[in-house]
């Protein structure tokens, strides 16, 4: 994965879905929010965690939290934050956790970023493997194209597909876990 998620994108990049807000200014705590009063959970492992905020909020909820970051910075702001993150190249390696460690995994925005189909497979799989109960799942669908200054960063054949694209590849990865898919 190519470094693009450096000091500048956390600091300056905005989503405009989000009303022109930065990373740091997203409502973490609703987000939280939303997860407990949906989901039924006590583990939960994110898979790129950025500088941790999702999971330092779930961790003050009494939840057994872990991340995975491969941005240097992110990494090193999440430790920062004393959150336990690993840093791992998703795409070419295996987690360090047994199967069925967590009842979520967590994946919103990252496996567009990988090389090539088979380092998504691979993601897909592992994340499928350490995953117990649900999995939550988010990519650039097709509706908001155009509007990431790291579009050149995506891989161009895999980005911005239709829910139904991603659906595929969990299947074919061999995926059997129920797949939330927001956008």
């Not at 990049?13 to 409502?27: H, L, M, V």
């Not at 872990?66 to 791992?88: D, T």
């Not at 117990?132 to 050149?152: M, T, V, W, Y």
């Amino acid at each position: 994965m190519k470094e693009c998620f450096n000091k500048n994108y956390y600091k300056n990049y905005f989503f405009e879905k989000e009303g022109n807000i930065s990373y740091d200014q997203i409502d973490w705590n609703e987000i939280v929010k939303e997860y407990i009063k949906k989901f039924k959970f006590d583990s939960f492992l994110d898979v790129g965690c950025g500088c941790g905020n999702l999971m330092q909020i779930l961790s003050k909820k009494g939840k057994f939290v872990m991340g995975i970051e491969n941005s240097e910075y992110a990494f090193k702001k999440a430790i920062g934050k004393k959150i336990p993150v690993i840093k791992l190249d998703i795409g070419k390696n295996k987690f360090p956790f047994p199967d069925k460690t967590f009842d979520i995994v967590h994946c919103f925005g990252v496996l567009e970023y990988l090389k090539d189909k088979n380092e998504i497979l691979n993601a897909m799989k592992e994340i499928s493997r350490v995953c117990k109960k649900q999995i939550i799942f988010s990519a650039r669908f097709d509706f908001n194209k155009g509007d990431d200054i790291f579009d050149k960063f995506t891989n161009k054949e895999l980005d911005f597909k239709p829910k139904d694209f991603w659906l595929k590849l969990w299947k074919e990865s061999g995926n059997k876990k129920k797949i939330n898919i927001l956008y």
